[in-house]
């Protein structure tokens, strides 16, 4: 199965998770890295012959996390990431570790009018933050959208709100339609704040209930569109190929 499918699989075992918690979007990212090892070759060569390594939740205070692609690193090759961007990290025999590729993983389960502008605000925040420290960074980011139109959020208090978990039909299309515009990054020279490749994985997922499934007609992104999972993957090849695949 590829990651999208691999996720909802994930979803439909852990029914009732906090789509703010971390293990889920861990899951993900590694899922997301396997997928593109095995498609993309100078990414899939450099993971066999120890060049890369996966650091999940790679901070400046030392906080990690292990994932099932994840190896020991020591405090000299601390990242200047934020703690909750995971990272694609070059070793190299000589110089400093640098991370050719980075991850972020947002949602949008419900409450689709106030979620969407500030998901859309964190992928630019999370762009600038990486290419502001590393400006030949691959910056990833996927955007996981709920299409359900009822969904139950186990925060306690969003439960105890009257509107909770109530989502209008065309909320979702909204969405999509939003991060479908958002500009991308084709060199280190453009904009800081533009991520160079996004993924929108939609799915309907009630909260309650291990029926979640993708979401791959209208108005998700068909295979092969802009935003959709193999254009993502073929877009971080690329560009890894561009920038770092001749080192």
């Known amino acids: ?22 293990t889920h979007s861990d899951f993900l990212t590694a899922r997301i890295v396997a997928d593109l090892a095995g498609r993309c070759p100078p990414v899939g060569s450099d993971f066999r012959d120890g060049h890369l390594l996966l650091r999940q939740n ?4 030392g906080v990690r996390h292990s994932s099932p692609l994840a190896l020991p690193i020591t405090g000299a090759e601390d990242l200047d990431l934020d703690p909750n961007i995971d990272g694609v990290v070059l070793r ?12 972020e993983n947002k949602t949008v389960m419900t409450a689709h009018g106030k979620a969407r502008t500030n998901r859309f605000n964190d992928a630019r925040a ?27 959020n186990p925060d306690a208090f969003a439960r105890s709100a009257a509107s909770s978990g109530t989502n209008r039909p065309g909320d979702a299309a909204k969405t999509i339609g939003l991060f479908r515009r958002l500009p991308l990054r084709e060199m280190p020279a453009d904009p800081a704040s533009r991520c160079e490749a996004v993924l929108i994985l939609a799915i309907d997922y009630d909260g309650e209930t291990p029926s979640a499934r993708l979401i791959e007609a209208d108005p998700a992104p068909r295979a092969g569109d802009p935003f959709s999972y193999d254009w993502f993957l073929d877009r971080l090849c690329s560009l890894f190929r561009q920038r770092f695949a001749a080192r």
């Open 1 to 22: 199965m590829s990651a999208p499918e691999e996720y909802v699989a994930w979803i439909n075992e852990h029914v009732g998770f906090n789509p703010r918690g971390q």
């Open 92 to 103: 190299t025999a000589t110089g400093p570790v640098t991370s050719p590729l980075t991850l």
């Open 126 to 152: 999370y762009a600038s933050h990486v290419h502001t420290a590393s400006p030949s960074t691959v910056a990833g980011f996927t955007i996981v959208i709920n299409t359900a139109l009822r969904y139950r």
């Open 58 to 61: 790679v901070g400046i205070n």
